[in-house]
């Protein structure tokens, strides 16, 4: 049973860049087709999906975050990574991880226990 | 964007009993290419992710017990849960992955009457 773990700092100041990592176990990085996106939950808000990346480096992002994304996938540490620039209180969140079949239009079948970012002074 | 639309917000319902959700899309989610429609519903237990149950609007994943079906076509949808347990007790959300973005209903708070 594949396994994600979202990892980061916890709080970050407004204005700075959020960075978070995503921790696959269990299971390969780099299987076929198989893609890792990121979702969050703001408070009272409905989930939220992000971005999604595929080992071989495709990516696509939610327009909504005009540009202000990097991600990124390691396969020596099996880890996918988001970077989020300029950030500031509505970024406030519950972050998750999750794999799905394909980089986009696909449901997603794995996910991972998510990581609570604050954007506070 | 495709705006999902859960009801009800909540829902408490005997133990045994059978419980009801709903979900509208804003437009067809129907996928002319493999004749599905790109719904999926989740549960999440406090504290926990998302946990996949059905996808394609009525396929349930492996695992998953026999009493959660889902159900509907084009925008309207519904996830029963037959025969109620206590470990039921969970936000239900749906999801269409139709087409980009990926959007997610506001979710449906399950409890036990």
């Known amino acids: 049973q594949l396994q994600l773990q979202a990892s980061g700092p916890g709080l970050v100041k407004p204005s700075e860049t959020l960075s978070l990592t995503c921790t696959v176990s269990?299971?390969?990085?780099?299987?076929?087709?198989?893609?890792w996106g990121w979702i969050r939950q703001a408070p009272g808000k409905d989930l939220e999906w992000i971005g999604s990346i595929c080992f071989r480096g495709s990516t696509y992002h939610n327009p909504s975050f005009k540009s202000r994304l990097t991600m990124s996938v390691d396969t020596s540490k099996k880890e996918v990574s988001l970077k989020m620039r300029s950030v500031t209180a509505a970024d406030t969140a519950v972050y998750y991880c999750?794999?799905?079949?394909?980089?986009?239009?696909?449901?997603?079948?794995?996910w991972g226990q998510g990581t609570l970012v604050t954007v506070s002074s | 964007d495709i705006v999902m639309t859960q009801s009800p917000e909540s829902l408490a319902v005997s133990l045994g009993e059978r419980a009801t959700i709903n979900c509208k899309s804003s437009?067809?989610?129907?996928?002319?290419?493999?004749?599905?429609?790109?719904l999926a519903w989740y549960q999440q237990k406090p504290g926990q992710p998302p946990k996949l149950l059905i996808s394609w609007a009525s396929t349930r994943e492996s695992g998953v017990p026999a009493r959660f079906s889902g159900s509907g076509s084009g925008t309207d949808f519904t996830l029963t849960i037959s025969n109620l347990q206590a470990e039921d007790v969970a936000v239900y959300y749906c999801h269409q992955y139709y087409s980009t973005p990926d959007t997610f209903g506001h979710g449906t708070k399950l409890e036990i009457k």
């Open positions: 999750a794999g799905r079949q394909e980089l986009l239009e696909y449901y997603f079948d794995s």
């Open positions: 269990n299971g390969s990085i780099t299987s076929n087709n198989y893609c």
């Open positions: 437009q067809s989610i129907f996928y002319d290419f493999n004749g599905k429609n790109s």
